[in-house]
T-cell receptor, first 114, second 113 residues
Framework: DQQVKQNSPSLSVQEGRISILNCDYTNSMFDYFLWYKKYPAEGPTFLIS?????DKNEDGRFTVFLNKSAKHLSLHIVPSQPGDSAVYFCAASAATGTASKLTFGTGTRLQVTL | EPEVTQTPSHQVTQMGQEVILRCVPISNHLYFYWYRQILGQKVEFLVS????????KSEIFDDQFSVERPDGSNFTLKIRSTKLEDSAMYFCASSETRTALQFFGPGTRLTVL
């Protein structure tokens, strides 16, 4: 059951350049999308989110783009910094039920090199 | 800044034993969750909890699992009879509203021998 997919297990980017992390989903009921960053032996840390009524959300160096027709979202990090090196998870939720569970992708390991 | 805390950070147990994983969600949050991540795999939803009852549970959350909010601050996950395949990182999360973003704790690494 891969409702959220991150097809690139890893990505290497030079410091100062743009990092683009991609995520695809299949469930059209998803209406809220989040990106989490995770370091080893730590819990996921929230980065940025986007509601399905928007197509872009920006927060400092991080921008998330949502293409609903393609069921695709991406996270842009500009400029990339060495401290951004971590595993990035895309997650989605649907406004059904009492509490919204998150469905996670498999993650993309970002390595920012000097 | 408020954060979700979890204890213990690492729990080692023998197969068949009961374990209780503890979480203290952010104080004004009303929705609570447990997720797990088996090594090398993605983070998977286990259960959500609101108003002192389970809202939703996944197929993983079978009769061996239970959750409880024994007091105003703690949220626990109990595994009655652990199996080898229960070895994973278990993350607690909480959110202020149903559709708000979820804040995660640092996790408990459960090792079943």
């Amino acid at each position: 059951d891969q409702q959220v997919k991150q097809n690139s297990p890893s990505l290497s980017v030079q410091e100062g350049r743009i990092s683009i992390l991609n995520c695809d989903y299949t469930n059209s009921m998803f209406d809220y999308f989040l990106w989490y960053k995770k370091y080893p032996a730590e819990g996921p840390t929230f980065l940025i989110s986007i509601s399905s009524i928007k197509d872009k959300n920006e927060d400092g160096r991080f921008t998330v783009f949502l293409n609903k027709s393609a069921k695709h979202l991406s996270l842009h990090i500009v400029p990339s910094q060495p401290g951004d090196s971590a595993v990035y998870f895309c997650a989605a939720s649907a406004a059904t039920g009492t509490a919204s569970k998150l469905t996670f992708g498999t993650g993309t390991r970002l390595q920012v090199t000097l | 800044e408020p954060e979700v805390t979890q204890t213990p950070s690492h729990q080692v147990t023998q197969m068949g034993q009961e374990v209780i994983l503890r979480c203290v969600p952010i104080s004004n949050h009303l929705y609570f969750y447990w997720y797990r991540q088996i090594l090398g795999q993605k983070v998977e939803f286990l259960v959500s909890f609101y108003n002192n009852e389970i809202s939703e549970k996944s197929e993983i959350f079978d009769d061996q699992f239970s959750v409880e909010r024994p007091d105003g601050s703690n949220f626990t996950l109990k595994i009655r009879s652990t199996k080898l395949e229960d070895s994973a990182m278990y993350f607690c999360a909480s959110s202020e509203t149903r559709t708000a973003l979820q804040f995660f704790g640092p996790g408990t690494r459960l090792t079943v021998l």
